[in-house]
Structure formats: C-alpha cells, structure tokens
C-alpha cells in the first residue's frame, strides 16, 4: 500500500524560528510536492520536486526553502517562521508528474506564535 | 491560468441519496483530473482519477465523469452513507501543477 509520512501532525513554533517539515514515500515515485491549505483559500502549492536535488516553485514560495537529498524525502523549510505561516501543510508523492494519481500524508498543522 | 470551480460548497443529503457533485475548470488543456476525499483535519484521500483521454472513471459506489470540452466533471455517489461524510475536491493537473478546487463539504444524514 502507498504510504506517504510526515514528521509531526501537530508543531507548535515562535516567530522567527527556523522551521523544518519532513516528508518521506515509500514507493519510489519521481515527483513529491508541498501544499499549504487554508479556509478560504483552498491547497496551493508551494513547491515541488521531480527528482533528487531537483525544485521547481509552485505559487506561494515565498518564506519557503525545500531539500530532497534521497528520493524518498522531502523537507520544507520555513526559514524564520512568521504568523502569516500559520496553516495546514500537506505533502503529496506522484510516480510521474503528468498523469498520475497523487497520494498525500496525513498533514502538519503548524501554528506560529 | 486554471481556475477550478466546484458548486455546490455544501450539501447536507439524508441517508440513501443519490448525489452528484460538480467540478467546473477554465482550461481545458489537462492531462488528468482527479477527486479527493478529505475526512476533518487528515489529509487527501484519492478517489478517482480520469485521464484526459477517458470520459469516466468507476470505483464501488463512486462514477466520475469527465467532459473536456465544456471543462466539467462530475462526481455521482450512489447511495450515500454516513461514513460518506466528508469534503470533496477535485483537481485538474496540467504540466506541472494540479490545481484544487476549494471543494463540497457532503453531510449525510442518518
């Protein structure tokens, strides 16, 4: 069966704090990608990768920084965590980018104080 | 730029129902499109996936449809259950981005 972890389902951070958000897939897929969810705003995307040491951004990097030194890990990086940062974060894995199913982890709420 | 639109943005159906779901995008140029359950606070759960090729997809008590052309889809639970209860999204992907809708959050009554 896919699976998708992330590193906490709950973090709780300061302003400014360095932030880091750890996802790993065990299915050997190429593409692995980052969302952030927001009421109102549904999932948007904040960056992805379609191989190892490879990033493309997606439509809200900004405050963001990725990593993915072994395929099956992807981390992002909140490099001084702001309120504003405040959100849902959602990982997600894809064999290949155009025509295949995406499969999510479980979520980080992350709350900035 | 891809616009996903899904209507209604609630429903509340009694236990039973047949229902149907609606996705609309404003370009048509996708390589898939695929349906999403997210349960409160947990991530998304595929459901279905339709390639641009296909006009529909069937899983159990599930059929999603696909018309390119008039850049809808539709998702038809048959049925519906309580443990159906949840939102619904769905998601066109062109290139290398996938686009959400801000989905139906479905209630079904028992």
């Known amino acids: 069966d896919v699976k998708v972890t992330q590193s906490s389902r709950y973090l709780v951070k300061r302003t400014g704090e360095k932030v880091f958000l750890e996802c790993v897939q065990d299915?050997?897929?190429?593409?692995m990608f980052w969302y952030r969810q927001d009421p109102g705003l549904g999932l948007r995307l904040i960056y992805f990768?379609?191989?190892?040491?490879?990033?493309e951004k997606g439509d809200i990097p900004e405050g963001y920084s990725v990593s993915r030194e072994k395929k099956e890990r992807f981390s992002l990086i909140l490099e001084s965590a702001s309120t504003n940062q405040t959100s849902m974060y959602l990982c997600?894995?894809?064999?290949?980018?155009?025509?295949?199913?995406?499969?999510f982890g479980p979520g980080t709420r992350l709350l900035v104080l | 730029k891809q616009e996903v639109t899904q209507i209604p943005a609630a429903l509340s159906v009694p236990e039973g129902e047949n229902l149907v779901l609606n996705c609309s995008f404003t370009?048509?140029?996708?390589?898939?499109l695929q349906w999403f359950r997210q349960d409160p606070g947990k991530g998304l759960t595929s459901l279905l996936l339709?390639?641009?090729?296909?006009r529909e997809q069937t899983s159990g008590r599930l059929n999603a449809s696909l018309d390119k052309s008039s850049g809808r889809s539709t998702l038809y639970i048959a049925a519906s259950q309580p443990g159906d209860s949840a939102t619904y999204l769905c998601?066109?992907?062109?290139?290398?981005?996938?686009?959400f809708g801000a989905g139906t959050r479905l209630f079904v009554k028992a």
């Open positions: 997600a894995s894809s064999l290949r980018t155009a025509d295949t199913t995406q499969y």
């Open positions: 299915m050997d897929h190429e593409n």
């Open positions: 990768s379609y191989d190892v040491k490879m990033k």
């Open positions: 370009d048509s140029a996708i390589y898939n």
């Open positions: 339709i390639q641009s090729s296909q």
């Open positions: 998601a066109v992907t062109g290139g290398f981005k996938t686009i």
